[in-house]
C-alpha cells in the first residue's frame, strides 16, 4: 500500500497555521497589512482578553465584493499576485495568500465588507475552516473582520499562548511598529474596552514619532538621512543601493536589548540581523559592548533587490547586496552622528577601507598643513598613530587630528586671539608639524612615500588569555594600574589579571540591590524636582505590572496623565541623569515571555538593569585605592567571576603561560 498521500485541505490549512500564526499579534499583523494594502486611511483595533477572545481590525479601505470575500478565505488566494514575475518585485505587505486561510482555520471569524460601487455589503462567517454563513449586511465603505477564540480547536497550541499581559504587549508593539511606518494613518487600539493608542494622521515620521512616544523622547534623537535627492523611480543607483532615513539615538539614550529598535525595509516591519549589526557598527567606539541604540530606521531599497518571501511571517527578508546595503546602514548612522558632533565627520568611512593610498596620504597631509590649532608635538602618540599596510608593502600614513571627546560637539577650527597672536599660532603650528614630519619620515607627496622594513609581527597572548575559575581565585590580588582607563591590571600568586571595571562594579551592585530588596530597605535618593517621563504605548501596557517591584528597589513613580509618569526618587546609587534610561530599559526588557515569569527573575532583571546604569563606567580613571576597593568588594560578591548579563569579570594570563610565550620553558 502507499505511504505517500495528499493532506485533505484541513489538515494542510492547520499546518499552514501553525508557520503563519503563532500569537494573536501574528493575527493583527497580517489583517492590519491587509487593511494598509487595501488604501485605508483609519484603521481600528479592537483586543479583549490579549487577543485570545476577540481581535477586530476595522478599516476604510475599498472593501471587497461578494465573491472576492468568499474567495479570499482558499488556500493561496490573493489579489496581489498575477505572475512569477512578480514575485521579483513585491509591493504589497501581503501577498502569499495564505493567511485569512490560516486564521479561519484555527478560530471563529466573522468578515463584513463594502465596496463603494455595491448596493450591499457581504457578511462571511467561517468556524475552524468551515463555512457557515453567507448574506448581506449593512456596512460602511471598507471590511471589518473580527477573530474570536483563537486556537479554539487546537488546545496543544493554545496552551503555548503566554499571558493576557504578554499578548497584549505584543499587539501593542506590533501597532506602534506600522503606526511609525505610516503617519499618513489613522491608527486607534482598544485593549479590554480601554484607548491604549489613538494616532491622527501625521505630516511625516518625526511628528508621528511625537505622537507615539512624547516630546522627551524626540529630544534624544538624532536625524539620519544619506538621500542625496528627493527620491524617484529612478534615483537608486549602485552607489547608493539603499536610502536610508529615520532617527536614531544620541549616546547618552542607550539600552541593553534591541528592543527599542524599529527596523522597516520598504515599509515593511522586519527584524533583520544584518541591519541590527550595521546599526550598531555605526556606534563603534561610542558605545561599550552589549548596549545598543535607539532607532527608528526606514530602508529603501529597489524591489528586484529584496527577497521578502523567505519567511511565511514576512518578519525577515534577504538583500540581493547586503554588504551595499549594510554599508549604506552604517555610514549613514555614522554622519547622523558626525552632524551631531559625537564622531569626526572623517570618520563616517571605515577607516581600514582605503580605495587610494596616494590621496589619503596627501588629504592628511593637508588636514595637518591647514589646521589653525598647535599640534603637541611633545606628545605624538596620543594625537597621531602610524597605520602600516599589509606586510610586502608598510606605508608611512599619519591620520588627521582626532576627534574630541564624544560626549563634546566637535569643531572644525578654534577661534583665535585678535592681534599678533594668530601669525605666532601659526607659525608655531608649522615649525612642529615640520618637526613632526622629520621626526616621523612624512612623505611630502604620494610619490615620496617610504617603505618600513619588514619586521616580525608580534606573538599575541590571546591564545593564553582565560576566565578565571572562582575556586582560583585569592584575597591577595594586587592592583598595578589601568589599561584604557577601563580595565584594571593586576597580579595575584598564579600570574598577571585583568579586571573589567565596569561589569565588577555591576556585579558588586547587583548583589548590594539584591540583599536590600530581599529585607525591603531600599535606599533612596528624592529628586527636587520630579522629573516626567512619557511612555510609549507598550510601555504602558508593562508598567502596573513592574511599578511595585521598581518601588521595591527605591523608586517612587506616580502615574499622571495618559501614559505620562514623574519620577519622584530614585535609587541612592543610581545618578539622577540615568533614572529616566533606566525606566525605560525595564519596561522594554520586561516584556513579552517576562511578564509571565517568576517574580525572582523579574526582581533579577530589575536589578540588573540598575546595576548596569550605576556601575563605574568606562574610560574612567580611577584612583589606587578606588581599584583596592572595587576588588575588594568583588571578592565577597556571590560570584565575582560573571557579570549579572553572564560576561566574564576578570581573565587571567599564568606566569606559566607567560614563560611559555617568550620560550623560557
Same mark, same amino acid.
Given at each position: 500500500?502507499?505511504?505517500?498521500?495528499?493532506?485533505?485541505?484541513?489538515?494542510?490549512?492547520?499546518?499552514?497555521?501553525?508557520?503563519?500564526?503563532?500569537?494573536?499579534?501574528?493575527?493583527?499583523?497580517?489583517?492590519?497589512?491587509?487593511?494598509?494594502?487595501?488604501?485605508?486611511?483609519?484603521?481600528?483595533?479592537?483586543?479583549?482578553?490579549?487577543?485570545?477572545?476577540?481581535?477586530?481590525?476595522?478599516?476604510?479601505?475599498?472593501?471587497?465584493?461578494?465573491?472576492?470575500?468568499?474567495?479570499?478565505?482558499?488556500?493561496?488566494?490573493?489579489?496581489?499576485?498575477?505572475?512569477?514575475?512578480?514575485?521579483?518585485?513585491?509591493?504589497?505587505?501581503?501577498?502569499?495568500?495564505?493567511?485569512?486561510?490560516?486564521?479561519?482555520?484555527?478560530?471563529?471569524?466573522?468578515?463584513? +465588507?463594502?465596496?463603494?460601487?455595491?448596493?450591499?455589503?457581504?457578511?462571511?462567517?467561517?468556524?475552524?475552516?468551515?463555512?457557515?454563513?453567507?448574506?448581506?449586511?449593512?456596512?460602511?465603505?471598507?471590511?471589518?473582520?473580527?477573530?474570536?477564540?483563537?486556537?479554539?480547536?487546537?488546545?496543544?497550541?493554545?496552551?503555548?499562548?503566554?499571558?493576557?499581559?504578554?499578548?497584549?504587549?505584543?499587539?501593542?508593539?506590533?501597532?506602534?511598529?506600522?503606526?511609525?511606518?505610516?503617519?499618513?494613518?489613522?491608527?486607534?487600539?482598544?485593549?479590554?474596552?480601554?484607548?491604549?493608542?489613538?494616532?491622527?494622521?501625521?505630516?511625516?515620521?518625526?511628528?508621528?514619532?511625537?505622537?507615539?512616544?512624547?516630546?522627551?523622547?524626540?529630544?534624544?534623537?538624532?536625524?539620519?538621512?544619506?538621500?542625496?535627492?528627493?527620491?524617484?523611480?529612478?534615483?537608486?543607483?549602485?552607489?547608493?543601493?539603499?536610502?536610508?532615513?529615520?532617527?536614531?539615538?544620541?549616546?547618552?539614550?542607550?539600552?541593553?536589548?534591541?528592543?527599542?529598535?524599529?527596523?522597516?525595509?520598504?515599509?515593511?516591519?522586519?527584524?533583520?540581523?544584518?541591519?541590527?549589526?550595521?546599526?550598531?557598527?555605526?556606534?563603534?567606539?561610542?558605545?561599550?559592548?552589549?548596549?545598543?541604540?535607539?532607532?527608528?530606521?526606514?530602508?529603501?531599497?529597489?524591489?528586484?533587490?529584496?527577497?521578502?518571501?523567505?519567511?511565511?511571517?514576512?518578519?525577515?527578508?534577504?538583500?540581493?547586496?547586503?554588504?551595499?546595503?549594510?554599508?549604506?546602514?552604517?555610514?549613514?548612522?555614522?554622519?547622523?552622528?558626525?552632524?551631531?558632533?559625537?564622531?569626526?565627520?572623517?570618520?563616517?568611512?571605515?577607516?581600514?577601507?582605503?580605495?587610494?593610498?596616494?590621496?589619503?596620504?596627501?588629504?592628511?597631509?593637508?588636514?595637518?598643513?591647514?589646521?589653525?590649532?598647535?599640534?603637541?608635538?611633545?606628545?605624538?602618540?596620543?594625537?597621531?598613530?602610524?597605520?602600516?599596510?599589509?606586510?610586502?608593502?608598510?606605508?608611512?600614513?599619519?591620520?588627521?587630528?582626532?576627534?574630541?571627546?564624544?560626549?563634546?560637539?566637535?569643531?572644525?577650527?578654534?577661534?583665535?586671539? +585678535?592681534?599678533?597672536?594668530?601669525?605666532?599660532?601659526?607659525?608655531?603650528?608649522?615649525?612642529?608639524?615640520?618637526?613632526?614630519?622629520?621626526?616621523?619620515?612624512?612623505?611630502?607627496?604620494?610619490?615620496?612615500?617610504?617603505?618600513?622594513?619588514?619586521?616580525?609581527?608580534?606573538?599575541?597572548?590571546?591564545?593564553?588569555?582565560?576566565?578565571?575559575?572562582?575556586?582560583?581565585?585569592?584575597?591577595?590580588?594586587?592592583?598595578?594600574?589601568?589599561?584604557?582607563?577601563?580595565?584594571?591590571?593586576?597580579?595575584?600568586?598564579?600570574?598577571?589579571?585583568?579586571?573589567?571595571?565596569?561589569?565588577?562594579?555591576?556585579?558588586?551592585?547587583?548583589?548590594?540591590?539584591?540583599?536590600?530588596?530581599?529585607?525591603?530597605?531600599?535606599?533612596?535618593?528624592?529628586?527636587?524636582?520630579?522629573?516626567?517621563?512619557?511612555? +510609549?504605548?507598550?510601555?504602558?501596557?508593562?508598567?502596573?505590572?513592574?511599578?511595585?517591584?521598581?518601588?521595591?528597589?527605591?523608586?517612587?513613580?506616580?502615574?499622571?496623565?495618559?501614559?505620562?509618569?514623574?519620577?519622584?526618587?530614585?535609587?541612592?546609587?543610581?545618578?539622577?541623569?540615568?533614572?529616566?534610561?533606566?525606566?525605560?530599559?525595564?519596561?522594554?526588557?520586561?516584556?513579552?515571555?517576562?511578564?509571565?515569569?517568576?517574580?525572582?527573575?523579574?526582581?533579577?532583571?530589575?536589578?540588573?538593569?540598575?546595576?548596569?546604569?550605576?556601575?563605574?563606567?568606562?574610560?574612567?580613571?580611577?584612583?589606587?585605592?578606588?581599584?583596592?576597593?572595587?576588588?575588594?568588594?568583588?571578592?565577597?560578591?556571590?560570584?565575582?567571576? +560573571?557579570?549579572?548579563?553572564?560576561?566574564?569579570?576578570?581573565?587571567?594570563?599564568?606566569?606559566?603561560?607567560?614563560?611559555?610565550?617568550?620560550?623560557?620553558?
Amino acid at each position: 500500500m502507499s505511504k505517500i498521500r495528499v493532506l485533505p485541505d484541513h489538515l494542510s490549512n492547520l499546518i499552514a497555521a501553525g508557520e503563519v500564526v503563532e500569537r494573536p499579534a501574528s493575527v493583527a499583523k497580517e489583517l492590519v497589512e491587509n487593511a494598509i494594502d487595501a488604501g485605508a486611511t483609519r484603521i481600528v483595533i479592537d483586543v479583549e482578553s490579549g487577543g485570545r477572545r476577540l481581535l477586530k481590525i476595522t478599516d476604510d479601505g475599498e472593501g471587497m465584493m461578494r465573491d472576492d470575500a468568499v474567495l479570499a478565505f482558499e488556500r493561496h488566494a490573493t489579489s496581489k499576485i498575477t505572475s512569477a514575475e512578480d514575485l521579483s518585485a513585491i509591493a504589497t505587505l501581503g501577498f502569499r495568500g495564505e493567511a485569512l486561510a490560516s486564521i479561519a482555520s484555527v478560530a471563529r471569524v466573522e468578515l463584513i +465588507t463594502q465596496r463603494d460601487d455595491t448596493p450591499a455589503g457581504t457578511r462571511v462567517v467561517i468556524e475552524g475552516g468551515r463555512m457557515r454563513d453567507v448574506k448581506d449586511a449593512a456596512h460602511p465603505r471598507g471590511t471589518t473582520i473580527a477573530v474570536r477564540d483563537l486556537f479554539f480547536n487546537t488546545p496543544a497550541r493554545r496552551k503555548f499562548l503566554r499571558s493576557e499581559a504578554t499578548e497584549s504587549y505584543h499587539l501593542t508593539n506590533l501597532v506602534t511598529h506600522y503606526a511609525l511606518a505610516h503617519p499618513e494613518i489613522n491608527f486607534t487600539l482598544t485593549n479590554n474596552g480601554r484607548e491604549t493608542l489613538r494616532v491622527a494622521p501625521a505630516k511625516d515620521l518625526r511628528e508621528r514619532a511625537y505622537q507615539v512616544f512624547g516630546a522627551q523622547f524626540l529630544d534624544g534623537l538624532l536625524e539620519v538621512n544619506n538621500a542625496v535627492s528627493e527620491p524617484t523611480e529612478t534615483s537608486f543607483s549602485l552607489p547608493q543601493i539603499a536610502r536610508v532615513r529615520g532617527f536614531v539615538s544620541a549616546p547618552r539614550e542607550r539600552r541593553t536589548s534591541r528592543d527599542a529598535q524599529f527596523l522597516f525595509v520598504n515599509g515593511r516591519f522586519v527584524r533583520d540581523r544584518l541591519i541590527g549589526r550595521a546599526l550598531s557598527e555605526g556606534y563603534r567606539s561610542i558605545l561599550p559592548h552589549g548596549v545598543y541604540p535607539v532607532a527608528l530606521l526606514f530602508i529603501d531599497v529597489p524591489l528586484e533587490e529584496v527577497d521578502v518571501n523567505v519567511h511565511p511571517a514576512k518578519t525577515e527578508v534577504r538583500f540581493r547586496r547586503a554588504a551595499a546595503v549594510a554599508d549604506a546602514v552604517r555610514e549613514a548612522v555614522r554622519a547622523g552622528l558626525a552632524s551631531a558632533g559625537y564622531v569626526a565627520a572623517g570618520e563616517t568611512r571605515d577607516a581600514t577601507a582605503v580605495d587610494d593610498v596616494g590621496s589619503d596620504v596627501e588629504e592628511s597631509a593637508a588636514a595637518i598643513e591647514t589646521t589653525t590649532e598647535p599640534i603637541n608635538a611633545a606628545r605624538p602618540t596620543q594625537s597621531f598613530e602610524l597605520r602600516a599596510a599589509p606586510q610586502q608593502e608598510r606605508i608611512g600614513f599619519v591620520p588627521p587630528e582626532p576627534a574630541a571627546p564624544a560626549t563634546e560637539p566637535l569643531h572644525a577650527t578654534k577661534e583665535l586671539p +585678535t592681534g599678533a597672536a594668530p601669525a605666532r599660532a601659526i607659525h608655531a603650528a608649522e615649525a612642529e608639524n615640520e618637526e613632526l614630519r622629520a621626526a616621523i619620515q612624512f612623505p611630502q607627496t604620494a610619490t615620496e612615500v617610504k617603505a618600513f622594513p619588514d619586521l616580525p609581527p608580534l606573538d599575541s597572548a590571546i591564545k593564553f588569555v582565560r576566565e578565571v575559575a572562582v575556586e582560583t581565585l585569592s584575597s591577595n590580588i594586587r592592583p598595578l594600574g589601568q589599561l584604557d582607563e577601563s580595565f584594571i591590571i593586576a597580579t595575584d600568586d598564579e600570574g598577571l589579571l585583568l579586571i573589567d571595571q565596569h561589569v565588577a562594579h555591576e556585579r558588586v551592585l547587583f548583589d548590594k540591590y539584591r540583599a536590600l530588596e530581599a529585607s525591603r530597605r531600599p535606599e533612596s535618593q528624592h529628586m527636587l524636582i520630579p522629573e516626567t517621563f512619557d511612555l +510609549t504605548p507598550a510601555q504602558a501596557g508593562a508598567f502596573d505590572h513592574v511599578a511595585e517591584e521598581l518601588e521595591s528597589y527605591g523608586f517612587e513613580l506616580m502615574r499622571l496623565s495618559g501614559r505620562t509618569v514623574a519620577i519622584k526618587s530614585t535609587p541612592a546609587d543610581l545618578p539622577a541623569s540615568e533614572a529616566r534610561n533606566v525606566l525605560a530599559e525595564v519596561l522594554d526588557t520586561v516584556d513579552s515571555e517576562k511578564k509571565g515569569a517568576a517574580r525572582a527573575t523579574l526582581r533579577d532583571e530589575i536589578a540588573a538593569s540598575l546595576a548596569c546604569h550605576a556601575a563605574i563606567k568606562v574610560n574612567m580613571p580611577l584612583a589606587p585605592e578606588k581599584m583596592r576597593w572595587l576588588i575588594d568588594r568583588l571578592l565577597t560578591t556571590s560570584s565575582p567571576t +560573571t557579570c549579572p548579563h553572564g560576561r566574564p569579570v576578570i581573565l587571567r594570563l599564568a606566569t606559566q603561560d607567560i614563560l611559555k610565550g617568550f620560550h623560557r620553558i
